[in-house]
């Protein structure tokens, strides 16, 4: 939305939005350190009407602010520590190797959907220590329960409640309470699991979780912190997966040393071109702050109350930052550490930075590894795929389409015995 403004009026401009107000836009690598780095005495994430944490219930990290954010952030952190996320790998070869068993071999199908289905499966797995009958329930209730979450956010309180089963309000209730009746649930067997201390679901983990007062999280605020994670980590991990099947299909040299790398035992390749896909395929355009004080920033001086949009897109088209930045090219990051912070953000940045980082990129080099391993995948010379919004992420416009085949025979369908069969030697 922001890129041709961008290009036009440079890394700062003001708009005026409809949901905002006036906005001031920023991209310039500086400011963003500086809007990040500022304290939240200064400069916060906005809350309240017209935003996520509305939808995501009062418990949520997304409705917090000030020392009780930074409070929740410090019990929700540890498991989505580098370290930590390790322990989910069995869980997303298992959903990888799952999915991919049912693919089609070559006729064109959108990857979109069966992305969203694996991702959906992780976070309830990994995340939920959900399985059976908790399992199943949650996969048929998450995907309608978080798309009505935008609308929902920016609705009128009036207009939120119950007004009847066939109101937006009434069908929304709904399902958040049979959600909050599975997570009750799941909440009830991890205090009675004799071996929670072992378990590493963040679920189990949230359960055990205690403030520096020695205070428990309160059960309902686990619920809202669950929501908050499945609609967070799930769309938008999926998309940077279908988006990294669309630019691979369209880079076939690229596409051939990184299947090479895969069966030489490699990674190297692999993570920077994950890290070039969120590059230029931002899957979330922007995040926002408000300021709290009238405040400098670079050569302005802006109000109290003013809205601040870190656009991701622009700031990643930057020539400065990222020369020939409309090319797609991992290999400006092979050799590289991370790429630079505050002109690289697809998570964002600061006290609100994404807490899912290590899994998404987790996800996707996993996901990118087994399909590189299993599976050949038909090049095209079709104009890529444009970005179509779906109210959070931005994915590919045609859904990721991709044509396969099998590179070693059929992956069997029984995830289970598969993966443990199919596993490569360097895991
Ligand atoms: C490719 C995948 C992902 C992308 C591009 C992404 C991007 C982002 C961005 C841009 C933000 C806003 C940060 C800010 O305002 O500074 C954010 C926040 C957040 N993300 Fe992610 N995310 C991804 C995956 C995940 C996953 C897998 C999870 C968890 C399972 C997750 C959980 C969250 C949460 C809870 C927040 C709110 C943090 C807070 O406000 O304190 N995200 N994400």
Known sequence: MFAPLGRRYGSEFTVNLALFGQAVVISDPILVKDVFSASTDLIERPTGAGHLGEAFGPGSLCSLAGDELLARRKLVLPPFHGKRVRSYEHIIEDEVVREIANWPEGREFKTLPPMMRMTLNVILRAVFGAEGPALDELRGLVPPLVTMLGPIAVMPPPVRRDLGPWSPGGRFLRYRRRFDAVVDSLIA??????????????????????????????????????????????????????????????????????????????????????????????????????????????????????????????????????????????????????????????????????????????????????????????????????????????????????????????VSSDADSSSVATRPAEL
């Open 189 to 410: 067997v991890a205090r009675a699991d004799p071996a929670l201390e072992e378990r590493n679901d963040v679920l189990a983990l949230l359960v055990q979780a205690r403030s520096d007062n020695g205070e428990p999280i309160p059960d309902r605020h686990i619920a809202d912190e669950l929501l908050t994670l499945v609609a967070s980590g799930h769309e938008t991990t999926s998309a940077g997966l279908a988006w990294t099947v669309e630019r691979l299909r369209r880079h076939p040299a690229l596409l051939s040393r990184l299947t090479e790398e895969v069966d030489a035992g490699g990674s190297e390749l692999r993570q920077a071109t994950i890290w070039e896909v969120l590059r230029t395929r931002s899957v979330l355009e922007g995040t926002t702050r408000r300021t709290k004080k009238r405040i400098r920033l670079g050569d302005w001086v802006l109000p109290e109350d003013t809205a601040i949009i870190l656009s991701i897109r622009t700031a990643h088209a930057s020539e400065e930052s990222f020369p020939d930045a409309a090319s797609f090219n991992p290999d400006r990051f092979v050799g590289a550490s991370a790429p630079k912070p505050f002109a690289w953000i697809p998570f964002g940045g600061g006290v609100n930075r994404c807490i899912g980082a290590a899994l998404a990129n987790m996800e996707m080099d996993v996901t990118l590894r087994i399909m590189l391993r299993e599976l050949r995948f038909e090049p095209t010379d079709a104009p890529g795929e444009r970005r179509y919004w779906r109210g959070v992420a931005t994915v590919p416009g045609r859904g990721g389409r991709a044509v396969v085949y099998r590179r070693k025979g059929k």
